[in-house]
């Protein structure tokens, strides 16, 4: 504790008053007669009073603080975060070891249902070599070489049969295999994404835990010399001290007060995706477009399994499949890409030069070749994306090897030509976004946002490109929600990303880990909101996502 100071003025004085208005200097009762004469001043014990009371109030608030706030603790939280994901490793494991269990008796029933077969096959010909053989012992010799003939051309017929039987059931078996192992690889990402929300989480939680204690630290600090200058008689430091623990009490306060997340929240972790497999319902091959419409149902295009004819689907959202569309053609391998473009229609453009609108009330389909219209369309060239610009109705159709972007008006007639920027090699996939065009440069392995005026597009900004690991990722496939977000698929040959951005790109908001097989993106409208609907190049598989919030 301190002693009351001496006079500022008279040393041999001890200070009886103290001066506001020259900054609380310490002074005599001489100084009241001399320079401090018509100065702010006031008593040391009616000071030391006030600041005490200050102090005893805000003390009282930060009690109070203490008994309102009951919060879980870290180790709680830490603790019951992991109980919860234990627990959803386990559903995890549980739920795909029952599928898992579900296709090993279905290929346990094919077994033996094989084995069956194999024994009917082998008793049939017993009894049929039997028949035959006493046939023969009934004849006389000369008609031997003409039942063996018969038994001969018999058993071929048999073995045909079952054959055909064999195949179809092996064909099964291949596919029920399949199936398991996209199990496998679902239950790996899944559980890698539990084990990755624990990690973050606990990072927050000890964040948290390490800021929690420093601030009892402080305020058990704060009580202790407040507790001792309270109940002291020495007034000149309670003058002098209880300033500065005012000030240290109200930063305490803001710390208490400031806001963090909940520990319960942090607590808790997620699985949410759904999945169709549409492959034994139609002839697909290859998808290499998607899109949605805003009743619910969803398009795909592609080749189909003889890579001689391409295709286009209608699927709902439960996965069944409502119209089909066999578009033969006479390339090999004919790419096909799809837009949606009005309430009944759907754009969409085949390799090599196909423009064409599908009409989804009764599946007519019209085409033409855009070479038949544009000379500059060269015979190398092939479609390699389509684009509708809703506002307009346009149809916006880009090819590999230029960068040139032809535009056609809902009836299919060209208007014009909207050459990209020269920093562009060739568009592998664009969308229309807010009255700009997003472009995926996969070859640049950049993405872009560029202006749709006039014949020369201009540069407008380029996508903030992730932090992948390595520097083999392209875009390939872009989309945007209604609320202005991006949607990005990242692929390198080993790994494939959902990267969501800003309106104009400069921002990655969050990134996800998908199948490598991923190859297109889109936006649904369903009646829990927009979903993110991507779909993969050859397993044939739609997957449903929640629209990724931004952090």
């Known amino acids: 504790m301190r002693d009351a100071p001496r006079c500022n003025t008279h040393p041999e004085k001890l200070s009886e008053l103290y001066c506001a208005t020259c900054n609380n200097l310490p002074v005599c009762m001489a100084c009241t007669y001399g320079e401090h004469k018509g100065h702010n001043l006031h008593e040391v014990k009616a000071l030391a009073k006030l600041k005490k009371e200050k102090l005893a109030k805000q003390l009282k608030g930060l009690e109070n603080i203490g008994k309102d706030k009951k919060p879980m603790t870290p180790a709680q939280a830490k603790e019951k975060l992991i109980l919860n994901v234990n627990t959803q490793k386990e559903k995890v494991i549980k739920m795909h070891d029952e599928k898992n269990q579900k296709i090993m008796t279905e290929i346990q029933n094919i077994e033996e249902r094989r084995l069956q077969v194999k024994w009917e096959k082998q008793s049939r ?179 189909t399994s003889d890579y001689r004819a391409s295709f286009i689907i209608v699927i709902d959202m439960n996965g069944r499949m409502l119209k089909e569309k066999i578009l033969n053609t006479r390339k090999f391998g004919p790419d096909r890409y799809c837009k949606f473009l009005s309430q009944h229609k759907v754009a969409s453009v085949c390799q090599p030069n196909e423009i064409g609108l599908y009409d989804v009330r009764d599946g007519s389909y019209i085409k033409k070749n855009i070479s038949d219209d544009i000379n500059s369309w060269s015979k190398n060239r092939n479609v390699t994306c389509v684009a509708t610009d809703p506002v307009n109705n346009y149809i916006l159709v880009g090819g590999d090897g230029g960068r040139d972007v032809y535009v056609f008006n809902d009836e299919l007639n060209y208007l014009h030509i909207l050459t990209l920027p020269e920093l562009i090699k060739w568009p592998r996939d664009i969308t229309v976004s807010d009255g700009h065009l997003l472009v995926c440069d996969y070859d640049g392995k950049k993405c872009f946002v560029t202006t749709m005026d006039g014949l020369e597009s201009k540069l407008v900004g380029e996508f903030m490109k992730p932090s992948l690991g390595g520097t083999k990722f392209g875009p390939i496939s872009v989309c945007s929600d209604k609320n202005g977000f991006v949607y990005v698929l990242w692929k390198s040959p080993s790994q494939c990303y959902i990267v969501q951005y800003n309106h104009d790109g400069s921002q990655v908001l969050t990134t996800r880990m998908l199948d490598v097989d991923t190859s297109v993106v889109t936006v649904v409208e369903t009646s829990q909101g927009e979903k993110l609907l991507v779909a993969t190049y050859y397993t044939q598989t739609v997957y449903l996502y929640d629209l990724m919030a931004e952090d």
């Not at 989480?201 to 948290?208: G, H, L, Q, S």
């Not at 000030?247 to 949410?272: G, H, I």
């Not at 319902?281 to 949605?292: A, D, K, L």
């Open 125 to 303: 010909e017993k009894k049929m070599f039997d028949s035959l053989r006493r046939g023969k012992e009934k004849e006389i010799q000369r008609v031997k070489k003409k039942y063996d003939e018969i038994f001969e051309v018999k058993k071929i017929e048999i073995n045909d049969s079952y054959q055909a039987r064999e195949s179809s059931l092996e064909k099964e078996l291949a596919k029920l295999r399949e199936k398991r192992e996209r199990f496998d690889r679902d239950k790996k990402e899944l559980l890698k994404s539990i084990e990755a929300q624990l990690n973050e989480n606990v990072k927050i939680i000890e964040a948290m835990s390490e800021h929690f204690d420093n601030i009892k630290k402080r305020l058990e600090t704060l009580n202790l010399v407040s507790s001792s200058i309270l109940a002291s008689d020495n007034n000149w430091s309670a003058v002098q001290c209880i300033p500065d623990m005012c000030t240290a009490a109200s930063n305490l306060m803001k710390d208490l007060t400031k806001e963090f997340p909940e520990l319960t929240t942090l607590t808790d972790v997620t699985v949410n995706y759904k999945q169709y497999y549409f492959s034994k319902r139609n002839p697909c091959q290859y998808v290499f477009g998607i899109t949605s419409s805003g009743d619910g149902n969803f398009f795909i295009s592609g080749v």
